[in-house]
């Protein structure tokens, strides 16, 4: 059997950063010498395949969730949004907006397509959103 000792659904792994009250927020995996643990994105291109569902301190088990295209989650707001919109990262050069998804913005730039709103949301809502796999979308002028 090739597939042994594998996982399905959330699972538990160390918080690399203080993830305390980040609920619903997007994380990334990494590893600190070997041992792996999440931390919030620390550029709007990271990818972000887990979604926070119980935070916790620095150091301490937290629990994550994949996100998967067969499966809805809900993802922290940043502004508003309506069914069909396609959901990039928000600006993560604003702390407090780490792991939330945002519009695809109009101002130029290269963006990454995560999910499709599901629902209207307002800014801090954990908003519906489908998972969806869009890649880097280019906003010109």
């Known amino acids: 059997m090739s597939q042994s000792n594998t996982r399905v659904g959330d699972f538990r792994v160390l918080a690399?950063?203080?993830?305390?009250g980040k609920e619903g927020c997007l994380v990334k995996m990494g590893h600190d010498t070997g041992v792996a643990e999440v931390t919030l994105p620390g550029a709007n291109s990271d990818?972000?395949?887990y979604v926070l569902i119980e935070g916790g301190a620095d150091?301490?088990?937290v629990s994550v969730r994949p996100v998967q295209a067969d499966r809805?989650?809900?993802i922290t707001l940043k502004g508003t949004c309506n069914p069909g919109d396609v959901m990039v990262l928000a600006d993560v050069?604003?702390?407090?907006?780490?792991g939330k998804v945002r519009?695809?913005?109009a101002a130029p730039g290269t963006y990454r397509g995560i999910a499709?709103?599901?629902?209207a949301g307002v800014d801090g809502q954990l908003v519906l959103v489908r998972p969806a796999a869009i890649g880097n979308m280019t906003v010109s002028e």
């Open 47 to 49: 990818h972000v395949p």
């Open 103 to 105: 519009v695809l913005p």
């Open 116 to 119: 499709i709103a599901e629902q």
């Open 93 to 98: 050069a604003t702390a407090a907006d780490k």
């Open 59 to 61: 150091g301490n088990l």
């Open 16 to 20: 690399g950063e203080d993830l305390t």
């Open 72 to 74: 809805n989650v809900r």
